[in-house]
């Protein structure tokens, strides 16, 4: 089992910035970040294999999915945020390269993001 610590939430007006990271205690095959609302089912926003990146398309262009595997750190920087983006963020290890729950197979606890307007 990989554990996996989130951290880097917090509160921010819209358009401001924040970074998330994750921290895994063993090297991953991919990794992704999804976030959840009470409304809303969890979502996978973005991943990463390598160089290769995916994203939602309701974040492209505004958020930046990176790694440093010699830290086994995960990052998602957020700029441009908007009061939809608030969410439970939670990040992932994956066993297939994509943007889908089902790829998940291990989850970190979460860090908030609120946004306000």
């Known amino acids: 089992q990989v554990q996996l610590l989130e951290s880097g939430g917090g509160s921010v007006q819209a358009g401001g910035s924040l970074r998330l990271s994750c921290v895994a205690s063993?090297?991953?095959?991919?990794m992704g970040w999804y976030r959840q609302t009470p409304t809303h089912q969890r979502e996978g926003i973005a991943s990463i294999l390598g160089t290769q990146t995916k994203y939602a398309e309701s974040v492209k262009g505004r958020f930046t999915i990176s790694q440093d595997s010699r830290k086994r750190t995960l990052y998602l920087q957020m700029n441009d945020l908007k009061p939809e983006d608030t969410a439970m963020y939670y990040c992932?290890?994956?066993?297939?390269?994509?943007?889908?729950?089902?790829?998940?197979?291990?989850w970190g606890k979460g860090t908030q993001v609120t946004v306000s307007s």
């Open positions: 063993d090297s991953t095959y991919s």
């Open positions: 992932a290890s994956l066993a297939s390269f994509g943007l889908s729950v089902n790829y998940a197979t291990n």
